[in-house]
C-alpha cells in the first residue's frame, strides 16, 4: 500500500510518516515545494495533515488551498483513494483558524459526495508530544517551556482543555 503523507514535515506528519514507514508501507512524504502531480498518481490512501497555524499574516486560506489543490491533483490523475483531513476541535469556533479548518472539511465533505470517495475528518483536540514546539502548536510545550524559563504561565481556568498525546493520534 502507498500512503501520501500531505504536511510530511509537520508535527503530526512526521510522526504519522515515521509510524508508517516502521509498519512497512510505502509512504510518500509531501510538503510545500513538491509537486503534488508526482505524489497523487499511484497513492492508496491520503492523510492530509498539512495546515497553518501562525501565518504571518493573518492569512489562515493555505488550510483549505493546499487540500483544494491535493484534490484537484488527485481527481486530474483519476484516482479516487480515501482521505483522511486532520482538522481541528477550532473548526466549532468563530475564529479565523477554526474557519479555514471549517472550510477544508466542507472541501472534502464535497470532494467526497461528488466523485463517491471515501472521505474522513478528524477533529483533534490540543495535540502535544515530542516534537511540539512552544508558542507554536502547543499549549503543553509552551507551558513546559515557560516553567523550565521562569516565564509567566497563563491559563483560563474557566475552560476546559482536551489534550490527546501524539502517540495516541498516530495509533
Sequence with gaps: MVILGNGAKGFIGQNLCNKLKTEGYKVYEFDLGDNIDDF??????????????????????????????????????KNKCPIMLSSSIQAELDNDYGKSKLKAEELLTAYGKENKVDTFIYRFPNVFGPGCNPNYNSVVATWCYNLANGLELRVDEDKMLKLIYIDDVVN
Excluded at 61 to 77: A, D, F, Q
Design 40 to 77: 497523487t498518481k499511484d497513492c492508496d490512501f491520503v492523510f492530509h495533515l498539512a495546515g497553518i497555524n501562525r501565518p504571518k499574516d493573518n492569512d489562515f486560506s493555505g488550510n483549505y488551498t493546499i487540500l483544494e489543490k491535493v484534490l484537484n491533483s488527485l481527481k486530474e490523475n
